[in-house]
């Protein structure tokens, strides 16, 4: 069983910054690929920003020059730097992983609660 718990989220005026950070734990033997994700009420929930164990980074393009995702491996843990937030950046921000477990070294997909994230002046 493995855990994801997302934090750093929170209120934000237009054009500042946070840092989200989303931390697993539990019967980990090797974590993959990491993405962080975003959902409006009402919408699908989108990829924002992903990353491979290696440290290969990919973005939504609404994102991108803004936005720095991170992992610490170590730790397993990976962040989201946000910077130049925008109110339609609000949203739930979830973090996923694809991790491998022990003792079977079986493959999954992981999903943490969430954190709430609102840009407003």
């Known amino acids: 069983q493995v855990q994801l718990v997302e934090s750093g989220g929170g209120l934000v005026q237009p054009g500042g910054s946070l840092r989200l950070s989303c931390v697993a734990s539990?019967?980990?033997?090797?974590?993959?690929?990491m993405e962080w994700h975003r959902q409006v009420p009402g919408k699908q929930r989108e990829l924002v920003a992903a990353?491979?164990?290696?440290?290969?980074?990919d973005y939504a393009e609404a994102v991108k020059g803004r936005f720095t995702i991170s992992r610490d491996n170590a730790r397993n843990t990976i962040y989201l730097q946000m910077n130049g937030l925008k109110p339609e950046d609000t949203a739930v921000y979830y973090c996923?992983?694809?991790?491998?477990?022990?003792?079977?070294?079986?493959?999954?997909?992981?999903w943490g609660r969430g954190t709430q994230v609102t840009v407003s002046s």
């Open positions: 990353i491979t164990r290696t440290g290969d980074a």
């Open positions: 539990g019967d980990i033997f090797i974590m993959y690929n």
């Open positions: 996923n992983a694809d991790v491998s477990v022990r003792p079977t070294t079986r493959l999954d997909s992981y």
